[in-house]
């Protein structure tokens, strides 16, 4: 039961709307239709629903969270007259969608990020480790990029901990298992595309604390233990854009588009470095091994996921085809 007196703060803020919580104990996350238009807390929903459903039935064996999703709210409805109050003044009733919060990292590894981060920027890094707004602090693993190399002095003038990015080589520098990280997100492109059917279109991937109630099996792996980050999931969220795919080339075309429009957390076929082409190959690998899982013996899809991977691939070498031959005009006109 949502606590109707202690006011709502701002988490978080995307094109499909604001995400809304309150600091007194429940693990209730609010996202208001406030957004850009096209966007869909009703369409967030019903994903959200049917990749739970897929997630129950075809359960991952590594460390894999989707936040609970409890309700959606219209503006019409009675919880707005218990609740808008709790909201800022000037906010409308709207349409809004309640599911779990997903753990913020505690402090005390935060500060450690704000470190990476801010080096040689000491008021900066004051100025974040002191700020509320910056208390809500989620990473974004992006398998599918690496960050330059930088002078010891910060080049930011602001900096936020929420959905921090952090990039494959910090991920190789901190001693983080990308390896594992790399198989539970093909784990989860696998069982959102062949269980739920859908295109998994501008998902996230966070690394967050696991839930404190987690009971999952004793076969599974329940957590990523790491000394820097401490005991920690991968979570998926934001189901808004995601569309329902055909069992065709046409879906496996729509699928293709998604993953590579999508920011860079998965690995790419067109890293360029050698590291990343042997992630590439780990999440390739698992991806597909999991699809059969899935799909089961027999089964008149058996072939979609290896052809999906192959049009990843034709699609990272002409993007690497492009950048080679754009680089190589801007040596010409030097």
């Given amino acids: 039961m949502l606590n109707a007196n202690n006011p709502?703060?701002?988490?978080?803020k995307g094109f499909c709307g604001s995400v809304w919580a309150a600091e007194d104990g429940t693990n209730h996350a609010i996202k208001r239709e406030d957004g850009g238009p096209g966007r869909s807390v009703t369409n967030d929903y019903n994903m959200h629903l049917q990749i739970i459903r897929s997630a129950n039935q075809h359960r991952p064996s590594m460390p894999l969270?989707?936040?609970?999703?409890?309700?959606?709210?219209?503006s019409n409805n009675m919880w707005w007259v218990e609740n808008l109050h709790r909201f800022p003044a000037g906010f409308t009733?709207?349409?809004?969608?309640?599911?779990?919060?997903?753990?913020?990292?505690?402090?005390?590894?935060?500060?450690?990020?704000?470190?990476?981060?801010?080096?040689?920027?000491?008021?900066l890094s004051a100025?974040?480790?002191?700020?509320?707004?910056?208390?809500c602090c989620l990473i974004r693993p992006y398998l599918g990029r690496r960050r330059?190399?930088?002078?010891?002095?910060?080049?930011?003038?602001?900096?936020?901990?929420?959905?921090?990015?952090?990039?494959?080589?910090?991920?190789?520098?901190?001693?983080?298992?990308?390896?594992?990280y790399a198989q539970t997100m093909a784990d989860a492109l696998a069982m959102m595309h062949w269980g739920a059917e859908v295109d998994a279109n501008d998902v996230e991937f966070v690394l967050a604390p696991p839930r404190a109630s987690s009971t999952r099996a004793s076969s599974t792996r329940t957590s990523f233990p790491s000394h820097y980050l401490g005991e920690?999931?991968?979570?998926?969220?934001?189901?808004?854009?995601?569309?329902?795919?055909?069992?065709?080339?046409?879906?496996?075309?729509?699928?293709?588009?998604?993953?590579?429009?999508?920011?860079?957390?998965?690995?790419?076929?067109?890293?360029?470095?050698?590291?990343d082409g042997a992630l590439w190959w780990f999440f390739k690998d698992r991806f597909l091994?999991?699809?059969a899982g899935i799909l089961g013996d027999g089964s008149p899809h058996a072939g979609l996921p290896r052809r999906l991977m192959e049009l990843i691939e034709e699609e990272g070498c002409r993007r690497r085809k492009r950048k080679e031959e754009l680089q190589e005009r801007d040596e010409d006109t030097e």
Wanted: aromatic share 8%; with cysteine; hydrophobic share 35%.
């Fill in 8 to 12: 709502y703060r701002c988490i978080g």
């Fill in 148 to 180: 330059e190399r930088e002078a010891n002095t910060s080049r930011f003038q602001r900096f936020s901990l929420r959905n921090v990015p952090l990039h494959i080589n910090q991920m190789e520098d901190l001693g983080l298992d990308y390896v594992a």
């Fill in 289 to 291: 091994a999991t699809s």
């Fill in 93 to 123: 009733e709207c349409r809004a969608l309640i599911s779990e919060r997903i753990p913020k990292m505690p402090r005390s590894i935060s500060d450690k990020l704000v470190d990476l981060f801010c080096a040689g920027n000491p008021s």
């Fill in 127 to 135: 100025f974040v480790k002191g700020n509320d707004d910056d208390d």
């Fill in 232 to 275: 920690h999931v991968m979570w998926i969220l934001d189901f808004d854009c995601v569309r329902h795919m055909s069992m065709d080339e046409a879906g496996l075309k729509q699928a293709c588009a998604a993953f590579m429009r999508n920011d860079p957390f998965y690995p790419r076929p067109d890293g360029t470095a050698t590291a």
């Fill in 65 to 74: 969270a989707i936040p609970q999703c409890q309700s959606l709210i219209y």
